[in-house]
């Protein structure tokens, strides 16, 4: 269950110092491969940071990396058993993500570490990890429209609610390629708190050659939000074009346009495209990909898709399918340390598929059997290029079948 608000996780951290600087990042899309690639360059200085992102991939433990290591799992129960006492002791009734992000900024504490970067679970202004103390820079990144139930059903009041990250006096970066109405917001927001606002933008930044072969816009729009912020957080240090290109390439984010080998487990030689595109926004960036990448050779694309309860899907899949594609539908297993998300029907994706009009030439519906339908998914593409989406937790089903 969500419930968002400050007062229970105010309490579980009040007597925890943060003697770490923080950088907090908000947004749609976007979030965890800036947290990425500021996790990349911080430790190219050879400086010790902490990342806490959001959903875990495989183990709870992995959305919380010490100097580029996921924690250890003794060490998570360890802190993670004294955040829960404390919260039993005090009677909070903390949700779950209240109880990982304290034990998250916990071990932060215990590990020393100088600089901490923190994705914003859901929304920002009332969202657990607003309960940062030492906010060196924030960052908002591209913001499109999810999670209305929570955060609002216009672009504008959804801003609002990432730009509660703002801190008096504390610089924030934005990205530049946001709606201007978007813009107007946070810039409002940034003026109330008396907090400069940089623009990350590529157009006058002047991203291009090696960069630009290497990453996707969308990905050197990241890495411009990363490298501003920084910046930012780090004046002492800058970083030249080329180290900067070779922070792209060390930085690791799984399941965002990510290429992996499933021969183990299926037989199929060739590798194939996970992604957790699961709303409009970053269903559009991975169509685009698919577009320039994948449909060269003339040949259908084959999907495994997922999605999570209560979601519409059908604009994810107008801008995925094309006619004469092949899909699988699946529903993911259940998610460890969140037990409210939910996959929707396989039966009902399909349904959705036949309402947009788009001409399928083989489907199946796999319902919760993940291998089944990436097995079939496998023999019908005939090595043909083959793309699984529509869900993180979808990816986090994928990565686990690969490490078992």
Same mark, same amino acid.
């Given at each position: 269950?969500?419930?968002?608000?400050?007062?229970?996780?105010?309490?579980?951290?009040?007597?925890?110092?943060?003697?770490?600087?923080?950088?907090?990042?908000?947004?749609?899309?976007?979030?965890?491969?800036?947290?990425?690639?500021?996790?990349?360059?911080?430790?190219?200085?050879?400086?010790?940071? %902490?990342?806490?992102?959001?959903?875990?991939?495989?183990?709870?433990?992995?959305?919380?990396?010490?100097?580029?290591?996921?924690?250890?799992?003794?060490?998570?129960?360890?802190?993670?058993?004294?955040?829960?006492?404390?919260?039993?002791?005090?009677?909070?009734?903390?949700?779950?993500?209240?109880?990982?992000?304290?034990?998250?900024?916990?071990?932060?504490?215990?590990?020393?570490?100088?600089?901490?970067?923190?994705?914003?679970?859901?929304?920002?202004?009332?969202?657990?990890?607003?309960?940062?103390?030492?906010?060196?820079?924030?960052?908002?990144? /591209?913001?499109?429209?999810?999670?209305?139930?929570?955060?609002?059903?216009?672009?504008?009041?959804?801003?609002?609610?990432?730009?509660?990250?703002?801190?008096? /006096?504390?610089?924030?970066?934005?990205?530049?390629?946001?709606?201007?109405?978007?813009?107007?917001?946070?810039?409002?927001?940034?003026?109330?708190?008396?907090?400069?606002?940089?623009?990350?933008?590529?157009?006058?930044?002047?991203?291009?050659?090696?960069? %630009?072969?290497?990453?996707?816009?969308?990905?050197?729009?990241?890495? @411009?939000?990363?490298?501003?912020?920084?910046? @930012?957080?780090?004046?002492?240090?800058?970083?030249?074009?080329?180290?900067?290109?070779?922070?792209?390439?060390?930085?690791?984010?799984?399941?965002?346009?990510?290429?992996?080998?499933?021969?183990?487990?299926?037989?199929?030689?060739?590798?194939? @495209?996970?992604?957790?595109?699961?709303?409009?926004?970053?269903?559009?960036?991975?169509?685009?990909?698919?577009?320039?990448?994948?449909?060269?050779?003339?040949?259908?694309?084959?999907?495994?898709?997922?999605?999570?309860?209560? /979601?519409?899907?059908?604009?994810?899949?107008?801008?995925?399918?094309?006619?004469?594609?092949?899909?699988?539908?699946?529903?993911?297993?259940?998610?460890?340390?969140?037990?409210?998300?939910?996959?929707?029907?396989?039966?009902?994706?399909?349904?959705?598929?036949?309402?947009? %009009?788009?001409?399928?030439?083989?489907?199946?519906?796999?319902?919760?059997?993940?291998?089944?339908?990436?097995?079939?998914?496998?023999?019908?593409?005939?090595? %043909?290029?083959?793309?699984?989406?529509?869900?993180?937790?979808?990816?986090?089903?994928?990565? /686990?079948?690969?490490?078992?």
């Amino acid at each position: 269950m969500i419930e968002l608000g400050l007062a229970r996780i105010t309490a579980l951290l009040k007597n925890t110092p943060q003697t770490w600087k923080a950088i907090h990042v908000a947004g749609t899309n976007g979030k965890g491969s800036i947290c990425a690639y500021l996790n990349a360059m911080i430790r190219s200085n050879r400086v010790s940071c %902490g990342r806490f992102t959001s959903p875990h991939l495989v183990d709870r433990w992995d959305c919380i990396t010490i100097n580029d290591s996921p924690v250890s799992k003794t060490k998570f129960h360890h802190f993670e058993e004294l955040v829960k006492k404390r919260n039993e002791d005090q009677r909070l009734d903390a949700s779950e993500f209240e109880l990982l992000t304290a034990t998250a900024f916990e071990i932060f504490e215990a590990e020393k570490v100088e600089f901490g970067v923190v994705e914003v679970g859901l929304g920002g202004r009332l969202d657990a990890t607003n309960a940062l103390k030492q906010k060196t820079v924030t960052i908002i990144s /591209k913001i499109g429209l999810d999670h209305q139930s929570f955060l609002g059903n216009t672009l504008e009041e959804i801003a609002l609610q990432k730009a509660g990250i703002i801190r008096p /006096k504390v610089p924030c970066v934005v990205d530049a390629s946001n709606h201007p109405s978007v813009l107007d917001v946070i810039l409002s927001q940034a003026d109330s708190q008396s907090a400069s606002m940089k623009l990350a933008d590529l157009r006058s930044n002047g991203f291009g050659g090696k960069l %630009g072969e290497q990453l996707e816009p969308h990905q050197q729009q990241n890495l @411009l939000c990363a490298y501003e912020a920084f910046h @930012l957080a780090y004046p002492s240090h800058t970083l030249s074009k080329d180290e900067l290109f070779s922070v792209a390439a060390d930085a690791v984010w799984p399941g965002r346009l990510q290429s992996i080998n499933i021969e183990k487990i299926t037989g199929r030689a060739k590798p194939i @495209l996970l992604d957790g595109a699961h709303n409009p926004q970053s269903a559009e960036v991975l169509s685009a990909f698919v577009e320039k990448r994948l449909r060269v050779h003339g040949k259908p694309v084959t999907w495994v898709l997922a999605a999570s309860a209560g /979601k519409d899907i059908s604009e994810i899949l107008k801008m995925l399918l094309r006619d004469g594609d092949n899909i699988a539908v699946v529903e993911f297993g259940p998610v460890d340390g969140m037990p409210w998300v939910r996959p929707t029907r396989s039966a009902a994706i399909l349904e959705t598929v036949d309402k947009i %009009g788009i001409s399928i030439s083989a489907r199946q519906d796999a319902q919760a059997d993940v291998m089944m339908g990436l097995e079939w998914a496998t023999k019908i593409s005939d090595d %043909g290029p083959l793309v699984v989406a529509g869900s993180l937790y979808l990816v986090s089903n994928i990565l /686990k079948l690969l490490r078992a």
